[in-house]
């Protein structure tokens, strides 16, 4: 909850700036200011707000991007062997699809079903057997600099931004919730720390995707960010806001002008959060129908796929829900990343979740008439060498994977592109992260070639990569 009292030098009201400066950040959704204080030039954060956009024909409004850290197997998701040795093959059988000729993972008999919702890539390639810089290299379309480097963390000149980054100065907010959001938390390292490839980059902190951390399927799972003590009323902050103004009007000089006006944009809109039931509402999950709730399955990262699908109806353009690496992960095989027992893994903890999970979110985003204009992306960093190893595990490997898209423009029933017979490394239609940054973007409306400019007035294409036109309706 925001605390509006706090020790320190206070107000005529009772409130210490540097509390007002923490409630209008919106400091407890993860999005925090101080990264606002670092020196930088008002010609700098005035050039950065500046693009030169050429819409696409895209039909998306908005994307949810389901990332499934660790890496997944293809052969036991999207692109089984079942006529490859056993030590390829694993254990875990394939099921027909609606697809013709076109099998699946056993684990996912819902998907199986509503495969003509879907288009699945086949041959997705980083060449990066490295976590963090292939999951860098995945989710901005430029490869990590250098590459195969576990552990790596943010900054340059690794600093191209996200996609989120990229909708976030392009594309304004529509309401008072921002642009980009991420949850329920950010993507980390064994070591604690961040995946780089998460922020604005070379765009700036200002055009990081909005971090809500949270835990959507835990009994105790409130929304108390967005709440205020029952003693402030709407009016009392109100007062407050008028007073935080005026003393930045009377700080605020000349030459840090560019600067203040990003950070009174930041402060309006964590107000607006705040006075608004509609975007408050977005995050509350004891809204849903209990049945709906149910079909999302009760991990963390089904609730959380539906928490994503409430904020594309209050209007935010992307969300990207990460598999929640929770503090009951193993260390020696968190998440997706099955070096060891994978097949137990696999059926007892991480593909099952998955299906319910995103099945429903299809079903759900159909049956309200939004599967059209939303593009769903479920995807990785890479998959997983094409044979077991030693411990019933697969080790990381970035020479070819899959993921799917439904949605948005994109083409149902549709497999672009394969591996070998043991799925190991492309046999056609290999596709590179900068195309599928350039398709995704295309379907959002902005063409490869669009220009932004970062905080050095620097301009830059959105992609190198080419559209993937196969998979597009």
Not at 382 to 411: E, Q
């Amino acid at each position: 909850m925001f605390s509006l009292r706090s020790s320190g030098v206070s107000l005529c009201d009772g409130i210490s700036r540097r509390e007002l400066m923490r409630i209008g950040g919106l400091g407890a959704c993860g999005l925090s200011l101080s990264h606002l204080l670092k020196p930088q030039s008002a010609r700098a954060v005035e050039s950065s707000l500046n693009a030169i956009i050429r819409p696409s024909t895209g039909k998306a409004k908005s994307c949810i991007v389901l990332f499934l850290m660790g890496g997944p197997p293809q052969h036991s998701t999207w692109d089984p062997k079942p006529d490859a040795p056993s030590e390829v093959r694993g254990q875990i059988g394939s099921i027909a699809t609606t697809i013709p000729n076109v099998r699946f993972s056993e684990l996912m008999p819902k998907l199986a079903l509503r495969a003509d919702k879907l288009a699945v890539l086949r041959a997705v390639s980083t060449n990066d057997n490295a976590h963090s810089s292939s999951g860098y290299y995945m989710l901005t379309g430029r490869p990590h600099a250098p590459m195969n480097a576990e552990n790596a963390n943010p900054g340059p000149p690794n600093d191209w931004p996200n996609w989120g980054a990229v909708l976030q100065r392009l594309s304004p907010p529509a309401r008072d919730l921002p642009t980009s959001v991420r949850l329920p938390n950010h993507i980390f390292n064994t070591d604690g720390s961040t995946w780089p490839g998460q922020d604005g980059g070379m765009l700036g902190h200002v055009a990081d995707p909005w971090l809500f951390r949270c835990t959507p399927a835990s009994p105790d799972y409130r929304i108390t960010e967005f709440q205020l003590p029952t003693d402030v009323s709407l009016e009392r902050l109100s007062v407050r806001r008028d007073l935080a103004r005026a003393i930045d009007r009377q700080q605020s000089s000349a030459s840090a002008s560019g600067l203040a006006k990003s950070f009174d944009e930041l402060q309006q809109r964590a107000y607006g959060v705040l006075a608004s039931a509609a975007s408050r509402g977005a995050f509350d999950l004891s809204a849903e129908r209990p049945e709906t709730r149910s079909r999302y399955g009760p991990s963390q990262f089904g609730q959380s796929c539906l928490l994503a699908r409430r904020l594309i109806e209050a209007q935010v353009r992307l969300v990207q829900v990460n598999w929640y690496r929770g503090p009951d992960e193993p260390t020696d095989k968190p998440c997706w990343d099955s070096h060891a027992d994978e097949t137990n893994r696999l059926k007892n903890v991480l593909v099952p979740p998955t299906d319910d999970a995103v099945s429903a979110l299809l079903d759900d985003l159909s049956d309200r008439g939004l599967l059209d204009e939303t593009l769903v992306v479920c995807m990785s960093e890479f998959g997983r060498t094409p044979k077991m190893n030693g411990g019933g595990g697969r080790d990381h490997w970035g020479s070819v994977f899959s993921i799917a898209l439904a949605g948005g423009g994109i083409k149902g029933g549709v497999v672009h592109g394969a591996s070998d017979e043991i799925g190991a490394y492309p046999r056609s239609g290999r596709v590179a992260p900068e195309d599928l940054t350039a398709t995704i973007l295309h379907c959002l409306g902005f063409t490869p070639d669009t220009e932004f400019f970062d905080v050095q007035g620097r301009s830059h294409a959105l992609s190198r990569g080419q559209i993937i036109q196969s998979i597009l309706s």
